[in-house]
């Protein structure tokens, strides 16, 4: 009677499919319950194989409060040197006047006093050395305790206020177009008020436009810190900025247009459900076009068939996002409406014989240091920056994946949470890369611009990039976490570096591993944090398996001043919010000195 009914219904919805017998039908529900009941069994497999490799695992404390456990690397006197920079990062007066005490204080104490002053305070908690053979000890001891390292070469120029905004004003603003454009979009104009990139931002170091050689220099720097990566550890990562490598003004253009080419496919394809999965026919790409004065039917045919690359007859983001694509060279003649002007403008960016000539070097030297990393075999990673530069910082990095990820991951991109569009952009990028079939690497972060990026918005008057709140940031985080979780196991060739402090993302994050059947050994996913700090995280996971990596700075005392400057302000009110950290420091010096134990030697440990 069931299969009656059941042969009826598929008449009735599709009639021209032909009748099936009895026992057509019947070998089919059994084919289909046989291949549910395979894919079952396989899962099973699965997670008793993941199971019986965690059993053989040391068992990770996930509440991390086991202070011997978390300071097993350090002497007693790092204890002791740890317990005081804390405690000195909680006084406001010592952190609001630190440049000027940094100042007085090498002019009063002389060089050699104060570099002695620093190495046993602050330099010697946050930076590893000054260069790659006085860093290897470093290194060499996170090492023993199962962690990694991130080299940062923590050296930039304290330059001020007043030449900071002139350096930027000047470099942000094209020769061709002196004037800024009616219809501009105004997330991407340089302004004075903001041309000094510092203000309000405390954790991340900027980089000021000079010249070509400058930028050459920044360069030379970058390879050295890829080349002691390379000689310091077999899985190292190094850290670069693109804002070091050519103007400035290059990356707000870029990210002007691809913005107003991701609006523009917006408006075409509407807004319902997840920007990647929306689609576009070929009728609906005619009617937009023609009604947004575009181009006549009759030549958005030709248009259509060219960025429908799959040729399944939809357009979707990927498609679209090839319109920039230089070998495509459809943007040389396809011009989009400007959304306030309403006036129709070409998608290249429009520049003086010297600055087409700088973008070129610019990218040159980005080839030239990913060349290098994976010369190397060291891992390189993009870091983030404010949002008006990130959507040409994106792009370019996924250029470069595409061409130095095909048989490893070799380049990681940032993604920073506050940003509203952080889903859309990592979930694109992931589809990108498993369409093009390379490696996917990302490193996910809060993010570091929010305070600076949401003056700038409500100030300029457009519309704000980040998240309402802390809270959304931390939801907004946790669902890309999670989703790309999900993908690593379902798709593979993706890697992902967990970038925080807070101990219930750690925890979130090994938890979904395990319900994932994500092995802590198997190079997928990794963990960051920063030298001299939260050792109480990272030492038990690189203890228990996982991979787990410490961003090391490094560079002469003198040079990285400005970035121990900024890592005061930026741990003020994290140290002041430390507790347990401190607890557990003060609880492992208390129980050295109870047991005995107050010269530790750690394993590893080299003078």
């Known amino acids: 009677m069931a299969a009656k009914l059941l042969r009826g219904c598929l008449r009735t919805i599709t009639p021209e499919i032909k009748p099936v017998s009895v026992q057509q039908l019947s070998k089919l529900l059994i084919r289909c319950k046989s291949s549910a009941t395979q894919l079952d069994v396989d899962v099973q497999q699965q997670r008793e194989a993941y199971e019986e490799r965690e059993q053989t695992e040391t068992v990770l404390d996930v509440n991390f409060a086991n202070a011997e456990e978390a300071y097993k690397s350090k002497t007693t006197a790092e204890l002791i040197r740890s317990i005081l920079v804390f405690k000195l990062c909680t006084f406001d007066l ?28 602050f330099y010697g908690q946050f930076v590893a050395g000054a260069d790659q053979p006085t860093i290897q000890p470093t290194i060499d001891r996170l090492h023993a305790y199962g962690v990694g390292s991130i080299l940062d070469y923590g050296v930039e120029e304290d330059i001020p206020h007043q030449q900071a905004i002139e350096a930027e004003m000047e470099s942000c603003i094209s020769k061709a177009e002196p004037e800024i454009q009616p219809g501009r979009d105004k997330r991407f104009v340089a302004y004075e008020q903001f041309g000094d990139r510092r203000d309000d931002l405390a954790s991340a170091r900027t980089f000021f436009y000079e010249d070509e050689m400058k930028c050459d220099k920044n360069m030379k720097f970058f390879l050295d810190c890829i080349d002691a990566a390379g000689e310091s550890s077999e899985d190292g990562f190094a850290a670069i900025k693109l804002t070091a490598l050519g103007r400035p003004q290059m990356l707000l253009q870029l990210s002007e247009c691809l913005t107003s080419i991701r609006k523009l496919f917006v408006k075409i394809a509407g807004t319902e459900g997840d920007l990647i999965e929306r689609k576009v026919t070929k009728e609906t790409f005619q009617a937009q076009l023609e009604k947004m004065g575009i181009m006549a039917r009759d030549k958005s045919d030709t248009w259509f068939t060219l960025i429908d690359y799959n040729k399944d007859g939809v357009i979707d983001l990927l498609d679209w996002d090839r319109l920039m694509q230089a070998d495509l060279k459809m943007s040389k003649l396809f011009r989009i409406p400007n959304m306030v002007t309403g006036e129709m403008e070409s998608l290249l960016l429009t520049l003086t014989e010297d600055e087409d000539r700088q973008m070129k070097k610019m990218i040159m030297r980005m080839n030239t240091l990913a060349e290098r990393a994976k010369e190397k075999n060291v891992r390189l990673m993009i870091d983030a920056e404010q949002s008006y530069f990130q959507p040409a910082i994106s792009r370019l990095a996924m250029e470069l994946m595409r061409k130095f990820n095909k048989t490893r991951p070799v380049i990681f991109n940032t993604y920073q949470c506050y940003l509203k569009d952080a889903y859309d952009n990592i979930t694109v990028d992931m589809s990108y890369s498993r369409n093009e079939n390379f490696y996917f690497g990302a490193k996910l972060v809060r993010g570091a611009y929010l305070d600076q990026e949401r003056k700038r918005a409500w100030e300029i008057g457009y519309s704000d990039p980040c998240c309402e709140s802390y809270e959304a940031t931390n939801q907004n985080y946790m669902m890309v976490l999670d989703t790309v979780l999900r993908q690593i196991k379902q798709y593979g060739k993706i890697n992902i570096m967990v970038a925080s402090h807070n ?34 995280i990272t030492y038990p996971l690189g203890q228990a398996g996982y991979g787990v990596y410490k961003y090391v700075p ?43 134990n107050f010269f530790y030697t750690p394993f590893g440990y080299r003078k």
């Open 503 to 536: 101990e219930d993302t750690i925890k979130f994050t090994v938890q979904r591993m395990n319900d994932l059947c994500i092995g802590r050994r198997d190079q997928l996913v990794y963990f960051g944090q920063l030298l001299g700090m939260c050792d109480q």
């Open 94 to 121: 010592l952190v609001d006047h630190n440049k000027q005490l940094l100042k007085y204080g090498r002019k009063l104490l002389g060089k050699r006093i104060f570099e002695k002053l620093m190495t046993s305070t």
């Open 554 to 596: 490094y560079g002469p005392v003198e040079e990285v001043l400005p970035y121990l400057s900024r890592r005061a302000c930026e741990n003020r009110d994290l140290m002041k919010g430390v507790g347990k950290e401190s607890r557990l420091l003060y609880d492992e010096l208390k129980r050295r000195v109870k047991t005995g």
